[in-house]
């Protein structure tokens, strides 16, 4: 079973430039997150989707980021323009719906390592 | 207070040594509880999860949950150096949005 891909793997951009980051879930998870991670910290949620559907998009910065996750399926996370701040790894992982309607494991990508100058 | 503490440790026990990895949560209606492991460089992997009270042991793995206390460990029984990572403890909490949130993250060093 193949598992979560994300590309790129680095990028380095200059502020105030747009980038974007993709992912593709494992095939049949519903989930679909972004998280943030900084060095030494815990990753941070960004925005979870239940297929199409962003349910909790509480915590993305949404004057400068935005997602989407069309047909349910693969999902593009976008930053425009990018800040100083903004780098760090951005994570996306996927999770497959329990018996009970809900999601407990979650599967990680490798990453995308953002550096913004 | 945050919502998951850890220890940020690094946390360093000898080779055959327990490591007790400790986490504590603010969230009393907090049901579900996990361990993931995060090696340098690389993403989080799961590598434990409790949703009852007591201890579920896998493996070398022992996870001990106290829901009273709020408070669950994790157990790393003949530690080896191959243990050395980050481990980061997850919390979900019971919301309409049924969320999890991450610890900062322990680090465990296991010396030789």
């Known amino acids: 079973e193949a598992g979560v891909v994300q590309s790129p793997r680095y990028k380095i951009i200059e502020k105030k430039q747009p980038v974007a980051f993709w992912c593709n879930p494992i095939?049949?998870?519903?989930?679909l997150y972004w998280y943030l991670q900084n060095l030494g910290q815990g990753p941070e949620l960004l925005i979870r989707?239940?297929?199409?559907?962003?349910?909790?998009d509480s915590q993305l910065p949404k004057d400068r980021f935005s997602a989407e996750r069309l047909k349910g399926v693969d999902s593009t996370l976008k930053i425009q323009p990018a800040e100083l701040g903004d780098s760090a790894v951005y994570l996306c992982?996927?999770?497959?719906?329990?018996?009970?309607?809900?999601?407990?494991?979650?599967?990680f990508g490798p990453g995308t390592r953002l550096t913004v100058l | 207070q945050k919502e998951v503490e850890q220890n940020s440790g690094p946390l360093s026990v000898p080779e055959g040594a327990i490591a007790s990895l400790n986490c504590t949560y603010s969230?009393?209606?907090?049901?579900?509880f996990f361990w993931y492991r995060q090696y340098s460089g690389k993403s989080p992997e799961l590598i434990m999860s409790?949703?009852?009270?007591g201890d579920k042991e896998d493996g070398r793995f022992t996870a001990q949950l106290n829901k009273a206390s709020q408070y669950v460990s994790l157990l790393i029984r003949d530690s080896q150096p191959s243990d050395s990572a980050t481990y980061l403890c997850?919390?979900?909490?019971?919301?309409?949005?049924?969320?999890?949130?991450f610890g900062p993250g322990t680090s465990l060093s296991v010396i030789p």
């Open positions: 992982a996927s999770s497959p719906r329990t018996s009970g309607g809900s999601y407990n494991e979650q599967f």
């Open positions: 095939s049949g998870h519903n989930t």
């Open positions: 989707y239940e297929n199409e559907e962003a349910v909790d």
């Open positions: 969230d009393r209606v907090s049901q579900s």
């Open positions: 409790i949703y009852s009270n």
């Open positions: 997850a919390v979900k909490r019971k919301t309409s949005y049924d969320k999890v949130i």
